[in-house]
Nanobody
Framework: QVQLVESGGGLVQAGDSLRLSCPASGPIFAHYHMGWFRQAPGKEREFVAA????????YYADSVKGRCTISRDNAKKTGYLQMNSLKPEDTAVYYC?????????????????WGQGTQVTVSS
């Protein structure tokens, strides 16, 4: 069982930056992936980024590539999402998730454990 609790969201202006954190409790094994998703009102949950817990290899959605950086601290069992040059269209609830099966996942159904989400609101 893995528990995740996101933090770091808030209300910011366009062009600002935020760093989201996601500490994990419970066992985290090397083959796990951590992913970040977001869901705006009236829209489906969409993939933002993912990272391999063992290799640190990263993957990004085209919509955030170049503006977001996903990372993890193995010792702290914590994942991060650094978001720069935020836009109003980035407004959403952001979720971190853990995939316990091997291989990259980019759909919500690929992930097994979820946090409760943190709100990010970007004003123009």
């Amino acid at each position: 069982q893995v528990q995740l609790v996101e933090s770091g969201g808030g209300l910011v202006q366009a062009g600002d930056s935020l760093r989201l954190s996601c500490p994990a409790s419970g066992p985290i094994f090397a083959h796990y992936h951590m992913g970040w998703f977001r869901q705006a009102p009236g829209k489906e949950r969409e993939f933002v980024a993912a990272i391999s817990w063992s290799t640190g290899n990263t993957y990004y959605a085209d919509s955030v590539k170049g503006r977001c950086t996903i990372s993890r601290d193995n010792a702290k069992k914590t994942g991060y999402l650094q978001m720069n040059s935020l836009k109003p269209e980035d407004t959403a609830v952001y979720y971190c998730a853990v995939r316990i099966r091997s291989g990259l996942g980019y759909l919500p159904s690929h992930y097994d454990y979820w946090g409760q989400g943190t709100q990010v609101t970007v004003s123009s």
